[in-house]
């Protein structure tokens, strides 16, 4: 049994530890992080969720940037800790958050990542959308949360604010 939970600030060291022993290191040179650094996370949709003794078993985190001077979520990082790949937690954090986004009012939300993961999802292949470099455009994938709502919005990706 887990429990769903909004990412509160004094989770953010454990949330980071998480991501530590799940990315590679350097994560944070990634282009992604070029775009958060600075800004802050859509708190509303960071979330955790724990085991019945409290740890942590996974996070997801979301901040705003734009393209074309619209505004477009921007998931992840997502990390499920290893002993507990495999259970459906990763899927189950971002199922619930963009239901949320949805409710929240955001129209659109992209990614940096497999394209064969994501795509169970609804992420395609964003077309005309840059991330800066060095990304690999196949890896740029986007998501509508309204219908229509990546429909001539192409360009590079900017850090909101």
Same mark, same amino acid.
């Given at each position: ?9 004094? %989770? ?27 800004? @802050?996370?859509?708190? %509303? ?5 724990? %085991? ?61 990542? %497999?394209? @064969? ?33 990546? +429909?001539?919005? +192409? ?7």
């Amino acid at each position: 049994m887990y429990r769903l939970e909004q990412e509160r600030d004094a %989770d953010w060291w454990e949330v980071e530890a998480l991501y530590d022993l799940c990315f590679a290191p350097g994560r944070t040179a990634l282009s992604s992080y070029r775009l958060r650094d600075g800004v @802050p996370t859509v708190a %509303d949709l960071c979330a955790l969720l724990r %085991d019945a003794d409290g740890t942590l078993a996974a996070a997801i985190r979301y901040w705003p940037v734009k393209v074309a001077d619209k505004p477009v979520l921007l998931l992840g990082p997502v990390a499920v800790h290893p002993t507990r790949q495999g259970e459906g937690l990763g899927a189950l954090l971002i199922t619930e958050t963009l239901a949320e986004a949805r409710k929240l009012g955001w129209e659109r939300v992209m990614l940096v990542g %497999d394209a @064969p993961y994501y795509r169970r999802f609804g992420f395609r292949k964003l077309e005309r959308v840059e991330m800066p470099p060095p990304t690999n455009p196949e890896r740029v994938l986007g998501m509508p949360l309204v219908t229509g709502a990546w +429909e001539g919005v +192409e360009g590079s990706v900017t850090k909101a604010g």
